[in-house]
Nanobody, 121 residues
Framework: HVQLVESGGDLVQTGGSLRLSCRVSEFTSSSYCMGWFRQVPGSEREGVAAIDADGTTSYADSVKGRFTISRGADKNTVYLQMNSLTIEDTAVYYC????????????????WGQGTQVTVS
């Protein structure tokens, strides 16, 4: 069955960088939209970045210029490069796939990973 597995979360100091990875198994994800989300306990989940099948990317205003979403050469891995991290970036980060939308990105992601913790101190 389809699985999304995130990795790369860690404790990092303010101003530091991390790269999160999301590996998709049992599915060819390169033809669909993939996104990264984050959630802080007690708050709603927030969309961070997305990349569609054509490689077009979009970002939340809070991370523009600092975060970069990309696909790996194998096309089944999605990365989130996070630079200039601040305390406000502390959250559990989830990757998700909109594995029914073949054009663009929307809001109906139907596959989710288990999350990886990013803590900025």
């Amino acid at each position: 069955h389809v699985q999304l597995v995130e990795s790369g979360g860690d404790l990092v100091q303010t101003g530091g960088s991390l790269r999160l990875s999301c590996r998709v198994s049992e599915f060819t994800s390169s033809s669909y939209c993939m996104g990264w989300f984050r959630q802080v306990p007690g708050s709603e989940r927030e969309g961070v970045a997305a990349i569609d099948a054509d490689g077009t990317t979009s970002y939340a205003d809070s991370v523009k210029g600092r975060f970069t979403i990309s696909r790996g050469a194998d096309k089944n891995t999605v990365y989130l490069q996070m630079n200039s991290l601040t305390i406000e970036d502390t959250a559990v980060y989830y990757c998700a796939g909109e594995f029914w939308r073949t054009r663009g990105c929307g809001t109906q992601f139907n596959y989710w990973g288990q999350g990886t913790q990013v803590t900025v101190s």
